[in-house]
């Protein structure tokens, strides 16, 4: 399993599947931040859009045309929301501090390789004391995930194709216990194809040994990550659980804010009720999130759901599998 959204996207335009023999599959894992974020995140989001007040909503873009119970941010702005797409959560500080009669709410979504980029903006946004800027909080850490799959009894994974940009952040280390505990070896690539074929033929070589062991083939990716990266990650934040979408509510698996910081959380500022997550009928990104679906065996894909006009996220993502597969189709029968 590739645990991560870009080795997904470039698998599938590599063609990296075409080479391998029958008795080897990749299956794509939680790994695209917009596809495991749930609906009532979405929701909550949309609800802060169309408040009387109009906060700015300030977002990465691939969260613009996710489809939530009531619509999307797309259309929010369609409406008269306004809905900025940033580029870095920096970005989203100098929006509050252009804009300062209107509060400014950042959707901070992504795993440990975004995280840091938040805490950077709360500590500037806390420095200029900046009144109008908050976050609604969707960080989510990858490891807990893979533990969740595992647990569950998906007998399925041999081995883990560990994300190239979270392990920079976490280092390889953070694998050990899942490769000594569940068996199954861990391993960083980086995304180009040659990179990616390394690390399958890194965690073949381990299989074939008996081995599972945590390990890189990725240099960016070192044993330990960045320390500088981790220290703020604790300074902010505080572990806490988060609700996956397709997968459920997994301990430890999220980021909350700091008690410290919880001045700037969006949720406590405009008081968002707790909102319940509906996925949309028939749609199985929670399955495709899991790999115990393709994307083509879905019946909604090519037909009612496309990239133009997505029912769900897996589709919009420029990470998400069904995007992937639709933009360079199954290369092989059954098998993608």
Request: hydrophobic share 40%; with cysteine; charged share 25%.
């Amino acid at each position: 399993m590739e645990v991560c959204g870009t080795h997904t996207m470039a698998i599938a335009r590599s063609g990296i599947r075409s080479l391998l023999p029958e008795s080897l599959e990749l299956i794509s894992g939680p790994g695209c931040p917009v596809c495991v974020t749930e609906a009532s995140y979405l929701d909550g989001a949309l609800l802060l859009a169309g408040r009387a007040d109009s906060p700015i909503i300030a977002t990465y873009g691939d969260m613009v045309r996710v489809p939530g119970s009531s619509g999307s941010l797309a259309e929010a702005r369609a409406r008269g929301a306004r809905v900025e797409v940033v580029y870095s959560s920096q970005k989203a500080v100098e929006l509050a501090e252009a804009n300062p009669d209107r509060q400014v709410v950042f959707l901070a979504v992504g795993f440990e390789t975004t995280a840091p980029g938040t805490a950077l903006a709360l500590r500037r946004a806390r420095d200029e004391k900046l009144a109008n800027f908050s976050v609604l909080v969707a960080h989510k850490l990858i490891p807990p995930a893979m533990r969740a799959l595992l647990e569950a009894g998906d007998d399925r994974i041999d081995g883990f194709l560990c994300p190239g940009h979270v392990s920079v952040i976490i280092g390889y280390e953070a694998y050990a216990e899942l490769a000594r505990n569940y068996r199954r070896p861990c391993v960083v690539a980086g995304f180009d194809p040659l990179q990616i074929l390394s690390g399958v033929e890194a965690i073949l070589e381990q299989l074939a040994e008996g081995k599972a062991e945590a390990a890189s083939v990725y240099p960016s990716a070192g044993r330990r990550g960045n320390p500088e990266a981790l220290k703020l990650l604790e300074e902010v934040f505080v572990p806490c659980e988060s609700a996956w979408r397709g997968i459920g509510t997994i301990p430890g698996s999220g980021l909350a804010l700091g008690e410290l910081w919880r001045e700037f959380d969006a949720e406590k500022r405009f008081g968002l009720p707790k909102i319940e997550s509906h996925d949309p009928p028939l749609c199985r990104c929670g399955e495709v999130i899991r790999g115990r679906c393709q994307p083509w065996e879905c019946g909604l894909f090519g037909k009612r759901c496309t990239p133009r006009d997505p029912v769900g996220p897996c589709m919009v993502s420029s990470e998400g599998a069904c995007a992937a597969a639709y933009k360079y189709g199954p290369l092989r029968p059954g098998r993608g």
